[in-house]
T-cell receptor, first 116, second 114 residues
Framework: GAVVSQHPSRVICKSGTSVKIECRSL??????MFWYRQFPKQSLMLMAT?????????EQGVEKDKFLINHASLTLSTLTVTSAHPEDSSFYIC????????????FGPGTRLTVL | AQSVAQPEDQVNVAEGNPLTVKCTYS??????LFWYVQYPNRGLQFLLK??????LVKGSYGFEAEFNKSQTSFHLKKPSALVSDSALYFC????????????FGTGTKLQVIP
């Protein structure tokens, strides 16, 4: 159990367009999900904490108007990269927190975004 | 603020030899500690975690890690390396309170040489 999926796995878009990435917890409910960004050969940087039914909490330096997060249900969070630019090209990974005695997080397989 | 340090960008080891990937952490209170592995263009795969209890934690694929509170370390080890172990390894620490954010180390590339 405890599977997290992301869709799409890869996306290529033109500069100026918007791209939506979905993160789903398939077999558990997650009131909290997290979005990370990973540049080539670098670590994962937390972008924001997504909370079901409320606004996301963004990390310092992350533009909330650029990276829109919607946690519409207990199994789905979406990240929309608005007006994408080539510098937004990156690997985006989500995780979902399963409520338990130590609230383990489970990671999705990631989405490779390439902005042309 | 919590932090994780992985002092080695890359570790090279011969197949069959023991391997160690180092990790030290800084956190207030008792930590939750994790190791993840990442293969190229893939997400993270969970290897093992320390929550409480025995300092020696055994995980997937024959990996283990030892929690050392006095040295604030959580080094990843395996007695005999396989070529298929070659990947990027991340150590991570997590808050016990609040949103329980995970902070990752910079990663260590493990290269197992046949």
């Amino acid at each position: 159990g405890a599977v997290v999926s992301q869709h799409p796995s890869r996306v290529i878009c033109k500069s100026g367009t918007s791209v939506k990435i979905e993160c789903r917890s398939l077999d558990f409910q997650a009131t909290t999900m997290f979005w990370y960004r990973q540049f080539p050969k670098q670590s994962l940087m937390l972008m924001a904490t997504s909370n079901e039914g409320s606004k996301a909490t963004y990390e310092q330096g992350v533009e909330k108007d650029k990276f829109l997060i919607n946690h519409a249900s207990l199994t789905l969070s979406t990240l929309t990269v608005t007006s994408a630019h080539p510098e937004d090209s990156s690997f985006y990974i989500c995780s979902a927190r399963r409520e338990s005695s130590y609230n383990e997080q489970f990671f999705g397989p990631g989405t490779r975004l390439t902005v042309l | 603020a919590q932090s994780v340090a992985q002092p080695e960008d890359q570790v090279n080891v011969a197949e069959g030899n023991p391997l160690t990937v180092k990790c030290t952490y800084s956190v207030s209170g008792n930590p939750y500690l994790f190791w993840y592995v990442q293969y190229p263009n893939r997400g993270l795969q969970f290897l093992l975690k320390y929550i409480t209890g025995d300092n020696l934690v055994k995980g997937s694929y024959g990996f283990e890690a030892e929690f050392n509170k006095s040295q604030t370390s959580f080094h990843l080890k395996k007695p005999s390396a396989l070529v298929s172990d070659s990947a990027l390894y991340f150590c991570a620490v997590r808050d016990r309170g609040g949103y329980q954010k995970v902070t990752f180390g910079t990663g260590t590339k493990l290269q197992v040489i046949p």
